[in-house]
């Protein structure tokens, strides 16, 4: 289980990522100047300030009004100029490493690989018959990043020197590099095109600290304003830093510290396997090529599955932040999208594969961070609706900042088109459904007592004073469906997102309000919100079938601006909830809107391929299931097999390998499916450790496309 390539990274999208939970780094492995682009999940621009809008509450009235009307466009331009909030901040990159070699001769026999069984990666090559290698592994344990340099002979000379896109010093010493360094104070979202000041630096953003040690050199070593010089060395290894300050001796010993390292990391990924095929001994990228080209390899399936679990293992560990929109790579100072935390589908996609994948111990940061948005988003439900309980809307960065977002920095009104996003309450609603999944994977009274309840019963609060009666039916308005827009009915060029009660809002309601029954059923607790919320559920406004037969995305049967729209959020209740299961009449509504959005161009960005094969699999649907895996692949990955949006997002990769744990196993409203989507192309094959419900796992083997054995235990 090993990415290996013949050649160093072109771009960053090549490199090869390491981390630890908190801190990252991508390796270039080039042979004359080594480069890692280093990350820390803590380092974002922005301070701790109030980002509600306190002058919105008065216009939410007039905007249900409005949309009641149907003045869809006076609606959505009333929330535009009156009821958002700033926007998010963004994650920065730590700074890159770099280690000039004095190399002056070609370069033989390259190779770099990242070892995706022990979290290791390495760089060799020959100069004149003399053998250069390098290793990198990012250990939690240690809280750093190793680099050993070796050589054949005593012929390692070394510049080593660093470099951020913020401000900062380094200090070069004998025994290694101290770096400080200030973020700014904001940055605007690298698609905010006419901002004025896109990056304030100032005075209030957050102070960082990082350092390079040097734990041993058999060459001659000497500090100078250019960095740190290696001279006449064979052996040469060092540990990097960052916010967090190491925790090991330096006087251990290197293989003890990696074999710490490789313990500690297999002891979470050792848990699950899949086998598809011997892994051919060819580079990574002639293997992905050769797949664009129609060739088979259904061992790179079963690598691009494990390879998602190295990444949640690498990006999200107790103590860390949760992973991102990359993880925790990023290399850019305005990042796409501000690699935040993107909560109307990309943030619980990350997280899509750690139950079924075996992976709960990466869960804990998620967990956390949902707490923080829950006490954040209380402010925002008082100040924005007048609701009790929590609200989140779409985006969230490291501040919590829980507002609808679309307005520049120091502006007073959103910008055009914002309302199509940011518009939308229900994303803290969404964060809570990991929690009690959770709970019906792992039964823990005392977390479903602790954790569970508690941040349900918020979300339950703010969603029950959220509906409203309208023609004796509860409804949510303004509503969206996530970045989707309608075609205004009467009008040629005119397109709106605001409208009421759209599909993903009463799958979540119903998601939710459920969720909180059965936890208090379960904790025997007789809550006094169970009264309201069996109220509301009463006369909830029912899911509606159109004309085709697809399941509505809108309260009506409008017009859709783009047909293949990327996101699929009307299809929530098939997947990743279970809402549906059992209802034929909204499951067959739903696949005949998901072969519609196709027939139109939908799954073209990574993610909603990802998401894609995970309805098809909650179809039982093979064929469609393998057909979008396999252009996941081909179309939308990088020669690293990150996910390509594009550009990169991580999403994909999480989303892709929770759509290979549905295809072989699934366990929805109490019933165990053993290989409900076989794709024919995987003749045959074993998976073990895949995880259901209850604490359970599985182990499958399957013969000639038929199920040859299985074990629950």
């Known amino acids: 289980m090993k990415l290996f390539y013949a050649e160093p990274a072109g771009k960053w999208e090549e490199t090869l990522p390491i981390g630890n939970g908190s801190l990252g780094a991508m390796i270039w492995g080039n042979g004359k100047r080594e480069c890692l682009g280093l990350n820390e999940e ?29 003045k869809y466009e006076q609606a959505e331009e009333l929330i535009r100029n009156h009821m958002l909030g700033e926007y998010n901040e963004s994650y920065l990159p730590l700074g890159n490493l770099y280690i000039d070699f004095d190399h002056s001769e070609d370069i033989t026999d390259y190779s770099r690989a990242l070892y995706l069984d022990q979290s290791v990666s390495n760089v060799s090559y020959r100069i004149n018959g003399v053998k250069y290698s390098r290793e990198y592994f990012a250990s939690y344990p240690a809280r750093a990043v190793f680099i050993k340099l070796e050589c054949d002979k005593n012929a390692i000379n070394a510049l080593i020197s660093f470099e951020s896109q913020v401000p900062y010093k380094a200090e070069y010493e004998k025994d290694g590099i101290k770096i400080s360094g200030k973020c700014p104070e904001h940055v605007d979202p690298s698609y905010v095109d006419d901002s004025v000041n896109p990056i304030i630096q100032g005075e209030k953003g957050m102070e960082f600290h990082a350092g390079l040690h040097l734990l041993s050199c058999d060459g001659e070593v000497s500090a100078g304003i250019e960095g740190l010089r290696i001279t006449g060395a064979s052996n040469v290894i060092m540990a990097f830093h960052a916010v967090k300050e190491p925790v090991f001796d330096h006087s251990q010993a ?9 313990s500690d990391y297999k002891s979470i990924y050792d848990k699950a396997e899949l086998y598809l095929g011997e892994q051919p001994d060819i580079p990574t990228n002639v293997r992905l090529q050769k797949l664009r080209n129609g060739e088979k390899d259904n061992a790179l399936y079963a690598l691009y599955f494990q390879y998602g679990r190295y990444l949640l293992i690498s990006s999200s560990r107790e103590g860390s932040l949760p992973a991102n929109l990359q993880g925790i790579w ?6 796409p999208w501000s690699c935040n935390w993107t909560t109307n589908i990309n943030a619980q996609m990350n997280y899509w594969l750690a139950q079924s994948c075996n992976l709960k111990e990466c869960l804990q940061p998620y967990f956390e961070f949902v707490k923080r948005i829950c006490e954040e988003g ?13 609200v989140h809307h779409h985006n969230a960065d490291y501040w919590c900042s829980t507002n609808p977002v679309g307005m520049i920095y120091g502006e007073e009104k959103g910008e055009p088109e914002s309302v199509t996003w940011s518009m939308w309450p229900m994303g803290g609603a969404w964060l809570t459904s990991e929690l009690f999944k959770h709970y019906e994977y792992n039964p823990d009274r005392k977390f479903l007592e602790q954790t569970v309840y508690p941040i349900l019963k918020e979300a339950a609060l703010f969603l029950v004073d ?22 205004v009915p009467g009008s040629k060029d005119s397109a709106v997102a605001v409208a009421m009660s759209t599909a993903m809002d009463l799958a979540i309601i119903r998601e939710v309000f459920g969720n909180f029954q059965k936890t208090c059923e379960i904790l025997g607790i007789d809550d006094e919100v169970l009264q309201e919320i069996s109220e509301r559920l009463s006369k909830l406004t029912p899911f509606k079938i159109g004309t085709k037969g697809q399941l509505l995305e809108w309260h009506k049967e409008f017009d859709e601006v783009e047909p293949g729209h990327r996101h699929v959020s009307h299809l929530y209740g098939l997947f990743p909830s279970e809402l549906f299961e059992g209802d034929e009449d909204l499951t067959e509504a739903c696949r005949t809107s998901l072969l519609l959005r196709l027939a139109n161009g939908g799954g073209y960005t990574g993610w909603s391929c990802a998401w894609i094969i995970n309805l098809f699999a909650a179809l039982e649907d093979s064929d469609h299931a393998y057909e979008y895996l396999k252009t996941l692949l081909t179309r939308s990955t990088y020669d690293n097999l990150w996910c390509a949006h594009p550009p ?33 192309e995987f003749e045959n094959g074993y998976v073990k450790g895949l995880r259901i419900k209850n ?14 054995d299985y074990k629950i235990y």
Request: with cysteine.
């Open 695 to 708: 604490g359970k796992t599985v182990d499958i083997k399957w013969s000639n496309g038929k199920l040859e």
């Open 378 to 390: 209380k402010k925002t439900a008082e100040v924005h609706y007048q609701c009790r309980g929590f």
């Open 466 to 487: 959220w509906l409203y009666l309208y023609k004796d039916r509860y409804v949510t308005c303004p509503s969206t469906s996530p970045e989707n827009k309608y075609k």
């Open 42 to 70: 803590s380092l974002w621009s922005g301070y701790r300030h109030d980002k509600n809008n306190h002058e919105a509450f008065p216009y939410l009235e007039q905007c249900r009004r409005l949309v009641e009307q149907e």
């Open 330 to 335: 990023s290399w850019q100072l305005r990042a």
């Open 254 to 262: 290197y293989e003890k510290i990696r074999e710490q390292h490789i």
């Open 648 to 680: 990169f997002q991580i999403d994909g990769n999480f989303g892709g390998t929770a759509g290979i744990a549905n295809m072989l196993v699934q366990e929805r409203n109490g019933k165990v499916k053993i290989l409900p989507a076989l794709p024919s």
